[in-house]
């Protein structure tokens, strides 16, 4: 029984994340986890392999699985450094056409992720991005 619970309580954290990025965006569920999943695809793959990882290991379960969906650890990091290159990756990702959104959209998955994961994995997150996409970032 406490197995069920377990996977109760990881459904309710992740539908709260994808509640709380809907809202700031005033979009719909669906369209706040599409935006979510696409930020952390993009994020993951500009990480290094152990930092990708320590960052996993502080979302919550569900999320993790979809963060870990497609990755490919020996093709990372990738080297993009500018910011244009990260917001087109997630724009693709996420299938959105408006780069202002698509900005927009950056902004909020990053404000929910700095709402839940460590400081101290933020900065070593922080740490380890190029200049200007950590400045879009931290934005």
């Not at 809202?23 to 993009?42: G, K, M, P």
């Not at 919550?60 to 963060?67: A, D, E, K, M």
């Not at 101290?120 to 879009?136: F, H, S």
């Amino acid at each position: 029984m406490s197995e069920i619970r377990s996977i109760t309580r990881s459904v309710h954290t992740a539908e709260t994340w994808i509640d709380e990025l809907s809202i700031d965006l005033n979009v719909d569920q669906s369209e706040a986890y599409a935006i979510l999943r696409a930020f952390l695809h993009t994020l993951r793959d500009r990480l290094p392999t152990n930092e990708a990882a320590h960052l996993a290991s502080q979302l919550p379960v569900l999320i993790r699985g979809s963060y870990y969906e497609g990755w490919r650890p020996s093709q990372t990091p990738q080297k993009y450094r500018q910011p244009e290159e990260f917001i087109a990756r997630v724009a693709e990702d996420a299938r959105a056409s408006n780069p202002a959104e698509t900005v927009q959209a950056i902004h909020a998955s990053m404000r929910l992720i700095r709402s839940h994961v460590s400081p101290g994995e933020l900065e070593d997150v922080m740490a380890v991005l190029p200049e200007p996409i950590n400045q879009m970032l931290a934005a």
